[in-house]
């Protein structure tokens, strides 16, 4: 027993005078992300999916956010935003058939309109577009049921927002 707290205290003192680059991976917040985004998904689909599924998402996860980006407000905006327009460029050039281009293709105008939110407090934002579209087009594949969509897309997501925000303008 005094071994493992000895340990532990250790580790918890190891971690507090870490820099923010050399901490270890933040599982609570990654897990609040993940349940963030499997609500909000599951939410929009209990509404008018076209529609709501951006705003569900992007207020679940502004809960989660907002206390490591100041502007986070505008991330239900962007969510919003970038799930009208996916949809909306999908239905101008056509739905493809397969279901992971069509989550590429949300997760990139999700990910550009969240860049805008982003970009100010995270000098590595630009990754945000490669992130969103891989969660999304893996989120959508025909590998993973409906209800499931959200905590895929949750979990890719959060592990890449988990690492952006360590070089972040304020500590994570």
């Known amino acids: 027993m005094n071994a493992l707290f000895f340990e ?24 609040q992300w993940v349940l963030a985004s499997t609500l909000g998904w599951l939410l929009g689909n209990a509404f008018i999916p076209e529609i709501s599924i951006g705003a569900t998402l992007g207020i679940a996860q502004w809960l989660i956010l ?51 939110v982003l970009r100010k407090w995270v000098p590595l934002s630009g990754w945000w577009l490669v992130i969103s579209a891989l969660g999304w087009a893996i989120g959508f594949s025909s590998l993973v049921s409906s209800p499931f969509v959200g905590a895929i897309i949750g979990a890719i997501t959060g592990i890449g927002l988990e690492l952006l925000l360590r070089y972040s303008k304020r500590n994570f």
């Open 8 to 31: 532990s205290s250790w580790l918890c003192g190891k971690f507090i005078n870490m820099s923010s680059h050399e901490r270890l991976f933040n599982w609570i917040f990654w897990l």
């Open 66 to 116: 907002r206390p490591w980006v100041s502007n986070a407000g505008w991330w239900v905006v962007a969510s919003t935003a970038g799930w009208l327009i996916g949809g909306t460029s999908l239905l101008i050039i056509s739905p493809p058939q397969n279901e992971t281009i069509t989550g590429a293709i949300f997760g990139l105008w999700i990910g550009l309109a969240q860049w805008i």
